[in-house]
Every structure is written in structure tokens, then in C-alpha cells.
């Protein structure tokens, strides 16, 4: 089977949808599929070239709407050829002229929420009304993605990740993860680390795998009672984490990670989104989940427990197979015949 995946982000960039689709590839790939990728290109990346067995083809994303159209028109064999083609957002698609897009093998996967709230009207009608009109498959990533914007997906997943844990000595006590911004929900995270720096009993170490504007911010509000380590981002968050007894994070895969690797997971929501985000999550019995800076902070200091311990978590099958199991159901769903 010939299958596209589309998408805005693509190795070497570092991030969670790159990460979910490269792993998507290799694992279809070592089913025997043919496997490509369509994504956008900047100064730094070439037009083409095989990554891990998978070829990628860039598009010229900061040039003109004409010149990227132009870009897909030459290259519409890519879509031509394709069994499936799996978006992975709609805004990877915008640019791509619709009749390349051929809806009855097209599945689209709705990565998540960019940190926003309230949710602007205009992007909940975005995709409740665009997803219907290029994908016959819906797959999202988080059931409350079905609620906050109002589509109906065929399956939901929540990740994958291919770790494993082994004995590791513990260098931190928290490793913090992810981007240091506003809408990533550092602030409530700084406050809670400022108030747990100050009420601890001793000195903590703490490292900080992101990077972001509000780095001087947490810097300079905990470094006066913790050593700070900033590793900026990194292709192997999971080296750190590894060696920390907790980790700080909001999203699934830093989560599902975490966890895997043996991390106490703490996780704070600030708004009815990221409360569903997290809450209605089948992580949610294995983390701390603060609905404020303060209240995490007490769960910390106090050395508050999961619902249930690591040991259930590490028996569920969380690996990029299952996940690939679940995109061939959909593409059966939609009439594609996954063994040609």
C-alpha cells in the first residue's frame, strides 16, 4: 500500500506530531507499505531526501500561495499514486489545491490544541466544518478534542512511545518539559516551582528540558533555592528524564514517557480544556493532577499518590504498533484495502 502522510512538521524538526509521525513511518514501513511524506520546508532543509527509509518531500512553505501551489501541481504524483493520504492538521493542507485531495482515501489525525482559551469561534468552526469535507476517516489525538471542536472522529488515540524503562541513577528531582511560553501553561508551573523551591527541606536539582521566552522568568524564580539546569531543546528529553524522580508536564507524550520511564508525573490545568485534556485521558489515574499552581504544590510537598501505581500503568500497551493497528482500521473503515 502507497501511503502520504502530510504534515507541517517533519524530522529534523523537533517536536510531538513530528515525533508521532516519523514513528507512524517506520512502523508502516516495517509492515511492508510504501511510505512518503509531504511537508513543509524552511532555509535550513532540503527539497528532498530519505530519512529512516522514508521519503520526504518538502514544499516551499515561506514563498508565495502561488509558488507553493505551483510546488504541489508539480508533484501531484504524490497524491496521484497515493492509497491513502493522512493529514495530520488541516493547516497542512491549505495550500495544496483540493482536487489533488481525493476525499474518499483521504484520513486526516487532529493533533491536539494550541493552548489558547477560549477557544476562537473561527478555529472551532474551522475544523468542525473543513474536517468533513476533505477526510472520509477522522482520527483525534484526545477524546476532548470531539467535544471543544465538535467533530465526530472514527478512532481516538492518545500516543505511542517505543522506551523502555531501566535502573537509572537519580540526578534530579524534577524535570521540567516542554516550551517555556504562556500558552504551553509555564507560568502556573513557575509559581508552583517557586513555592515548592521555597517550602522544600532541602536543595533541590531540577532540570529544564525546552526553551522559550519565560526562561529568565523561571530562572530567576527558583535559582536562589534550587540548582538550575537549562538544556535548551533536545532530541533525548527522555536521557533527563530518565534520571529524575518527577517530571512537569501538560502534554501526552512528555506524560506517557514520563511514565514510562518511572517519573512521578505532575500536571496542572488552568482552564475547562485542559482539564478535559487531561482528566478524560487514560493517563489520569497514574498523575498528579493540580488544578492550580498551589494545590500542586502541596501535592508535592506532601508526596501525594496516583489513583493507581506505575506498576498497573507499565501493563498497557501504549506501543506505535497499536497505534498503526488503529490507522489500518480506519482505513479499512473508509473501503482502502490495507493488504495491496
Request: charged fraction near 20%; include cysteine; aromatic fraction near 10%.
Amino acid at each position: 500500500m502507497n501511503i502520504v502522510h502530510v504534515t507541517a512538521s517533519f524530522r529534523p524538526a523537533i517536536g510531538g506530531v513530528s515525533n508521532h509521525v516519523l514513528n507512524v513511518c517506520k512502523t508502516q514501513i516495517a509492515c511492508g507499505h510504501n511510505v512518503a511524506v509531504i511537508t513543509a520546508m524552511n532555509e535550513i532543509y532540503s527539497e528532498s531526501e530519505v530519512i529512516d527509509n522514508i521519503k520526504v518531500a518538502r514544499f516551499p512553505s515561506h514563498r508565495s500561495p502561488l509558488r507553493v501551489k505551483l510546488w504541489h501541481l508539480r508533484n501531484h504524483s504524490l497524491y496521484r499514486n497515493a492509497d491513502v493520504i493522512h493529514i495530520h492538521s488541516l493547516y497542512s493542507i491549505e495550500s495544496i489545491p483540493a482536487f489533488l485531495l481525493k476525499q474518499s482515501k483521504t484520513v486526516i489525525t487532529l493533533h491536539g490544541w494550541g493552548g489558547k482559551y477560549p477557544i476562537p469561534v473561527e478555529q472551532i468552526e474551522r475544523v468542525s466544518t473543513g474536517v468533513p469535507k476533505v477526510a472520509s476517516g477522522v482520527i483525534t489525538v484526545g477524546s476532548f478534542v470531539n467535544k471543544w471542536f465538535r467533530v465526530k472522529s472514527d478512532e481516538t488515540i492518545y500516543g505511542a512511545t517505543s522506551l523502555t524503562k531501566e535502573t537509572q541513577e537519580k540526578e534530579y528531582d524534577i524535570c521540567i518539559l516542554g516550551r517555556l511560553e504562556e500558552d504551553a501553561g509555564i507560568n502556573a508551573y513557575i509559581e508552583a516551582l517557586r513555592e515548592i523551591c521555597h517550602r522544600s527541606t532541602r536543595r533541590l536539582n531540577i532540570c529544564v528540558c525546552g526553551d522559550g521566552s519565560l526562561k529568565k522568568k523561571l530562572h530567576d524564580a527558583i535559582s536562589n533555592d534550587a540548582d538550575v539546569h537549562f538544556t535548551g531543546f533536545v532530541d533525548n528529553p527522555q536521557y533527563y528524564m530518565h534520571r529524575s524522580l518527577c517530571c512537569f508536564t501538560s502534554g501526552y507524550l512528555g506524560i506517557l514517557e514520563a511514565l514510562t520511564l518511572g517519573c512521578n508525573v505532575y500536571s496542572i490545568y488552568e482552564n475547562p480544556v485542559k482539564r478535559d485534556y487531561l482528566c478524560d485521558s487514560p493517563y489520569s489515574d497514574f498523575i498528579i493532577v493540580a488544578s492550580s499552581s498551589g494545590e500542586l504544590a502541596n501535592y508535592f510537598i506532601a508526596e501525594a499518590k496516583p489513583n493507581k501505581p506505575l506498576e498497573d500503568f507499565v501493563k498497557k500497551d501504549f506501543s506505535w504498533a497499536r497505534v498503526c493497528k488503529v490507522y489500518d482500521n480506519v482505513y479499512e473503515k473508509i473501503g482502502i484495502n490495507i493488504a495491496q
